[in-house]
């Protein structure tokens, strides 16, 4: 029976015995539906003509979709063996390769709709341009794995919440925390001086990796003894110029992702787009970045595979949204494909069980409730949600089995999946094993 995912205990140190091989755009990883490409886009942030680039290349060497994963990247497959240096020069000519040595390793999480509310919160958009440039600069951070995360959040604690190695939390009055992992503690700094403090704090775990021997991906892989420290961390930011305060105990805010929504007062608005199962062909893709090019400040692809389009015109054929939700896109928030995500799964994925797309698309619309579900093939759970409470559906050899909140798995048959998975998303944390015992009542009587 598959176990519900867990992070591993510090005491029990992760030992790669390989390098990491995480797939980027210039390192291909070999699918059964063809090559797949991961180009990482920090921070979401596309502009117009990056968009249409991307789309021009899932057309022209892929196989006319677009996948958005839980980092904000965006995912071509079926490409072929011959389209590597095309890919490469599309993808340069765009700005989306700026440093080939390091376009694995730019995994930079941000709140996406930092700036567009007059909310009060700093605006962390600029942090990711200079981080990135940052990084790229940096000889050292091209050791970093395809799976360290940088997280650059403007105060309400959603990306924060997304496991990132190294986070930078805006503050009111120009400063800001940077908290390595999931450490109690954290450093305050000038607001100015977070992306320098946070590409720092991966140079740190750089040399604690070395340390461990271990060979470590992530921070939270290190082994105790090779932890990290703030005040090892202070002491490097001083060296560096950069002054920081040691904060003993942080309690970060949490806010949920964003939900898709339509459209607004005024002339021109926010929106956020939800593509079903976070994939969008390229007609549709066409569309969104069509309603873009009309308005300011490009496209937001968010780590919950939506994508935000910061300023959309609401007059003119109904305006962007109406073009949007006519293009088999979802803009309601209480549209069944809300917080529904799935891997890959058959036909594209060898290790998969089951065909989990078709499957989720057979009981969506009987089985929304208020927690997010993620359907894998396989017990890797490629792609599942972060920081807050899921329903687990993991494929087994002729079944499911479901989990909510950590609990136990139980089996259930595909013909009483939608049953169960509305009973599971309706269940709370505080609600006990009454979750888990409704699942068997119900496996039991079909």
Known sequence: MPQSPSVASRDEPVIRDR???????????????????????PGGLLTVEQAAALGLAADRFGDGHLELTSRGNVQLRGLTEACGAGLAELLTAAGLLPAPTHERVRNIVATPVSGLFDDGRPDVTPWVGELDRLLCASTRAAALSGRFLFALDDGRGDVAALDPDVTALALPAGRALIRLGAADGALDVAAGDAPRAALLAAEYFLDAAASAGTRAWRVAELPAQHGLDESELGRRLAVAGIEARPVPEVRLPYAPPPRPWGSGAGESTPLCVLPPLGRFDTGQWEVLVQ????????LRVTPWRTVVLPSVSTTGLGGGAALIEAAGLVVAADDPWQSVTACTGRPGCAKSLADVRADARAVVAGSAGALPVHWSGCERRCGHPRGAAWVDLVATADAYALSVHGRDPVPVPRHGLAAALKAARDSRPGDGDSGTRQQQQQQQQS
Do not use: T
Request: glycine share 20%; net charge neutral; aromatic share 0%.
């Open 291 to 298: 309603v873009a090019s009309q308005g300011n400040g490009g």
């Open 19 to 41: 390098g990491d091989a995480c797939p980027g755009a210039l390192r291909l990883h070999a699918a059964d539906d063809g090559l797949l490409a991961r180009v990482r886009i």
